[in-house]
C-alpha cells in the first residue's frame, strides 16, 4: 500500500472522529430519542388493545346478564362500558329483554338513557323508543322523537302509527303511503304498510308491470 493511500486513510480516520466528537452528543441523543418513541408507541398501542379487550369483555358480562334478567346489574356493567356503540347495543338488547319480561317503562327508561353517537344506531333508539311510547299512550311524545322531513320507511311508518294513535288519519295515511314510495317492492315490511294505508283510507299504489 503506498504512503499516499495511508495518510489519505489516516486522514480519513481523523475526519471521522473528529465528526463524531463534535456530534457523537446529538446522534446518541437522536437515538436515545427514537428508541423512547418506538417504546412509547408500542406502550401505547398496547394500552389500546388492553382496553379494547376490557371493553368487550364488559359487554359480553352485560349480555349474559341480560340474558340471565339480571337486569340492575346488567344496567351497571352497561354503566361502565366506554365504548357508546357497545353501550348503544348493550342498551337496546336491555330494553328488549326488559319488554320481554313485562316491563315496559323499564325498557322506556332503558332507551331514553341510551346516548348513541352513531346516526345509524341513534335511528333504531329513536324508532324504538318512539314504538313503546305510543304503545304507552304517548304518541305526541313519539313524534317529537321522528324527524317530519324524515325519508327512512321505518321512520315514516312509526310517524303514521303515532298520528293515527292521536286521530290524525290524513297525516297518518300521507306518512304511510310516502313509507311506501321508499321501499322496494320486495321489502319484507312493505305488506304491513299497506295493510295500515289500507286501515286509514288510503290505496296502495300498484307497481308497474314489467314490458
Not at 104 to 115: E, H, Q, S
Not at 124 to 135: E, K, P
Request: no cysteine; hydrophobic share 50%; aromatic share 4%.
Amino acid at each position: 500500500m503506498a504512503i499516499d493511500d495511508l495518510l489519505d486513510e489516516h486522514e480519513q480516520s481523523e475526519k471521522v472522529r473528529s465528526w463524531l466528537r463534535a456530534n457523537g452528543a446529538g446522534l446518541i441523543g437522536g437515538v436515545v430519542l427514537g428508541l423512547a418513541l418506538i417504546g412509547g408507541w408500542q406502550w401505547w398501542q398496547g394500552q389500546q388493545q388492553q382496553a379494547r379487550i376490557q371493553t368487550a369483555e364488559h359487554y359480553q358480562a352485560a349480555l349474559d346478564m341480560i340474558q340471565a334478567r339480571q337486569f340492575k346489574p346488567a344496567q351497571a356493567r352497561l354503566a361502565s362500558l366506554s365504548n357508546p356503540a357497545f353501550s348503544t347495543m348493550a342498551a337496546l338488547e336491555l330494553a328488549k329483554a326488559q319488554l320481554d319480561a313485562g316491563q315496559r317503562d323499564a325498557a322506556i327508561a332503558t332507551l331514553r338513557a341510551a346516548k348513541p353517537a352513531e346516526p345509524a344506531l341513534a335511528a333504531v333508539v329513536s324508532q324504538r323508543l318512539a314504538r313503546l311510547l305510543i304503545d304507552s299512550g304517548k304518541a305526541a311524545d313519539a313524534l317529537k322523537l321522528l324527524p317530519a322531513d324524515t325519508v327512512d320507511p321505518e321512520a315514516l311508518q312509526v310517524r303514521g302509527d303515532a298520528e293515527f294513535a292521536l286521530g290524525h288519519v290524513d297525516r297518518a295515511r300521507a306518512s304511510y303511503a310516502l313509507a311506501l314510495t321508499h321501499l322496494d317492492v320486495a321489502a319484507p315490511q312493505r305488506r304491513l304498510i299497506e295493510l295500515k294505508l289500507s286501515e286509514v283510507g288510503g290505496a296502495p299504489a300498484q307497481p308497474e308491470a314489467k314490458t
